[in-house]
Nanobody, 121 residues
């Protein structure tokens, strides 16, 4: 089992930045890939970014490449999502996820509660 707790959401104007954090806990937490999904009102959940257990491999959705950066600190088993140049289209609930690298961006095993990110124009 892996437990995930997100923090760092909030409201920002377009062009601004936010950093999300995801603290993972549980016996297998350190061995899991960590990532982020988001769900905007009326839209399906979509994968945003992910990082494998060692930090050597990362994945980004095309819509966030060049603006978002995912990282992790394995001493704290915490993942971060640095979001720059935010756009109103980035407004969504952001969920931290944990899974194997094979499924982290498609059907992750574990989900956090979510944190709201609102970008105003």
């Amino acid at each position: 089992q892996v437990q995930l707790v997100e923090s760092g959401g909030g409201s920002v104007q377009a062009g601004g930045s936010l950093r999300l954090a995801c603290a993972a806990s549980g016996p297998a937490a350190a061995n899991h890939a960590l990532g982020w999904f988001r769900q905007a009102p009326g839209k399906k959940r979509e994968s945003v970014a992910a990082i494998n257990w060692s930090g050597a491999d990362t994945y980004y959705a095309n819509s966030v490449k060049g603006r978002f950066t995912v990282s992790r600190d394995n001493s704290k088993i915490t993942a971060y999502l640095q979001m720059n140049s935010l756009e109103p289209e980035d407004t969504a609930v952001y969920y931290c996820v944990a899974s194997s690298w094979r499924t982290i961006a498609t059907r992750p095993d574990y989900w956090g509660q979510g944190t709201q990110v609102t970008v105003s124009s």
